[in-house]
T-cell receptor, first 114, second 111 residues
Framework: KAGVTQTPRYLIKTRGQQVTLSCSPI?????VSWYQQTPGQGLQFLFEYFSETQRNKGNFPGRFSGRQFSNSRSEMNVSTLELGDSALYLC?????????????FGSGTQLSVL | QKEVEQDPGPLSVPEGAIVSLNCTYS??????FMWYRQYSRKGPELLMYTYSSGNKEDGRFTAQVDKSSKYISLFIRDSQPSDSATYLC???????????FGDGTTLTVKP
């Protein structure tokens, strides 16, 4: 069974640009969560999607958005990039996001903003 | 103040040592407690999961949760060089997809 796949693996952008990251969850998983990981702030929850609907949202500005497609694949978009957006963006999937479920993480997309 | 505080480390121990990793939290709603291991350039991988207070053992790993003190621990017995990684505690109230993570402790086990 294939794991969680995130593309691209690395990305370099300049301030003011926008970026779209992609996540393909494990087959059959319908819940997809996104996290931002930085050395200073650790792993921070961005948002969670289930059946194409945003179910939970973290404390990030509106520049961060996401969506989920009918095949459970998800994308997140960051508009008007800032230097502080440089981070490892991780996607995680589970069957339905239940409280006792195991989260499976992808290897992440390393975003550098210059 | 963060909801979850993790002993920062880094931690360096000789092979075979017992390792103790710890987190405290402030949100009483947390019911589910996890420990993840993250190798360099990889995503976190779930190691241990505990519901509410108590102990759970899996091979060389033991997770402890004390909800009255809002304190969780992970013990690694007979540590191996392959255990060298960053360990993250995580907690959730109702939804695994929305977990709150500690900042991580980097462990190095020297042969």
């Amino acid at each position: 069974k294939a794991g969680v796949t995130q593309t691209p693996r690395y990305l370099i952008k300049t301030r003011g640009q926008q970026v779209t990251l992609s996540c393909s969850p494990i087959s059959g998983h319908r819940s997809v969560s996104w996290y931002q990981q930085t050395p200073g702030q650790g792993l921070q929850f961005l948002f969670e999607y289930f059946s194409e609907t945003q179910r939970n949202k973290g404390n990030f500005p509106g520049r961060f958005s996401g969506r989920q497609f009918s095949n459970s694949r998800s994308e997140m978009n960051v508009s008007t990039l800032e230097l502080g957006d440089s981070a490892l963006y991780l996607c995680a999937s589970s069957s339905w996001g239940g409280p006792d479920e195991k989260l499976f993480f992808g290897s992440g997309t390393q975003l550098s903003v210059l | 103040q963060k909801e979850v505080e993790q002993d920062p480390g880094p931690l360096s121990v000789p092979e075979g040592a017992i390792v103790s990793l710890n987190c405290t939290y402030s949100n009483s709603a947390f019911q589910y407690f996890m420990w993840y291991r993250q190798y360099s350039r990889k995503g976190p991988e779930l190691l241990m999961y505990t519901y509410s207070s108590g102990n759970k053992e899996d091979g060389r790993f033991t997770a402890q949760v004390d909800k009255s003190s809002k304190y969780i621990s992970l013990f690694i017995r007979d540590s191996q060089p392959s255990d060298s990684a960053t360990y993250l505690c995580a907690m959730s109230a109702t939804n695994a997809g929305k977990s709150t993570f500690g900042d991580g402790t980097t462990l190095t086990v020297k042969p």
